[in-house]
């Protein structure tokens, strides 16, 4: 089939469009410049230009295809196009938070893309798979495909919203299905939270966890998720939800020790308050608990991780910057 991808240049999105590719199928690929056209077309996909902001373009490229892998999510403030920062600056200061207005204008983005892609899918009954995270389901055990998004904090109104718009789409007869992802995703290209981890304990002198460190991050490869978007795309019902988690739950401790052991730093406890100081922002995403299980996703879509595990796969020197 035809497939429009957002979010097709990026780390995870570059890994799933070779894989439809390889798989037989033909892929129409969002990228919003020349740059990112030419990397497309390189890999045989067919560049769309265009924004995640730009409900037209998105609702033109989902008509040109036979379904949607929505990837593209705004992640940090600079992804954001220049009037969207603008009106948060501006409302921040009026008095009000510069973040939440950030959050709930992404977040607005993200519902529109949703929306725009699923009504464009009607006539044909989709697939149309969305990307939502782990993150934002219920703490406090290992979850599972047939739990529901949890009712607090940031990543879980995106997962509520997107999930909600499936389901929405799935009772108008298109093949609406979730993807949910660990807060690790990993692999060659990977800019996500190691990346981020491994800069802070440069920058810090030390890699830090929070209290004993045993809360869990689940994980998973970018190619092995990447072949897991495919067989959802093909195979999925309407309104299914799939996890694409490899590993349960790596003690966050131990990536904090292998870091340290990298950067030859010492690896320490920090209080929540200190890993506030310490982290900024990203604090309550390095004291998350997040264990999940794949269990029905491996026997539904008959999908087994193959690819190197987390610690392993960080355990090079690629990901401290250093040629192999």
């Known amino acids: ?74 992640h940090a403030f600079t992804d954001a196009p220049l009037g969207t920062r603008i009106g948060a600056i501006a409302r921040g200061l009026l008095g009000q938070s510069v973040a939440s207005n950030f959050l709930s204008a992404i977040l607005r983005v993200d519902r529109e893309a949703i929306d725009a892609m699923g009504k464009a899918l009607e006539r044909n009954g989709g697939p149309l798979v969305v990307t939502v995270g782990t993150l934002g389901l219920p703490h406090g055990h290992v979850v599972s495909e047939f739990d529901e998004p949890s009712v607090d904090g940031t990543f879980a109104m995106r997962n509520a919203a997107a999930e909600s718009a499936v389901r929405r789409f799935a009772e108008r007869g298109v093949r609406g299905a979730i993807v949910r992802l660990p807060p690790t995703v ?18 810090r002198g030390v890699s830090a966890y929070v209290g004993d460190g045993e809360n869990h991050w689940p994980a998973v490869h970018r190619l092995d998720v990447a072949r897991l978007y495919r067989r959802v795309l093909e195979d999925a019902a309407p309104g299914e939800r799939a996890h694409g988690v490899a590993e349960e739950g790596v003690p966050f401790r131990e990536i904090a020790e292998l870091i340290g052991r990298r950067l030859g730093v010492p690896a320490v406890s920090k209080t929540r308050r200190e890993a506030e100081q310490h982290f900024g922002w990203f604090a309550p995403i390095v004291a998350a608990d997040n264990p999940a299980t794949s269990n029905a996703t491996r026997e539904r879509f008959h999908w087994a991780p193959r690819e190197a595990a987390l610690l392993a796969d960080i355990d090079r020197p690629a990901y401290f910057g250093v040629s192999e």
Not at 67 to 73: D, K, Q, R, T
Not at 186 to 203: C, M, N, Q, V, Y
Request: proline share 2%.
């Open 186 to 203: 990993h692999g060659e290209g990977d800019g996500g939270f190691i990346p981020r981890l491994i800069a802070t304990a440069r920058k």
């Open 1 to 74: 089939m035809r497939v429009f991808v957002t979010g097709a240049t990026g780390f995870i999105g570059s890994a799933v469009v070779r894989e439809l590719i390889d798989g037989g199928h033909e892929v129409l690929g969002l990228t919003r410049s020349e740059e990112g056209a030419a990397r497309l077309r390189a890999a045989g996909a067919t560049p769309h230009l265009g924004r995640l902001e730009d409900i037209e373009s998105l609702r033109r490229g989902a008509q040109a295809a036979d379904g949607v892998i929505h990837l593209a999510f705004m």
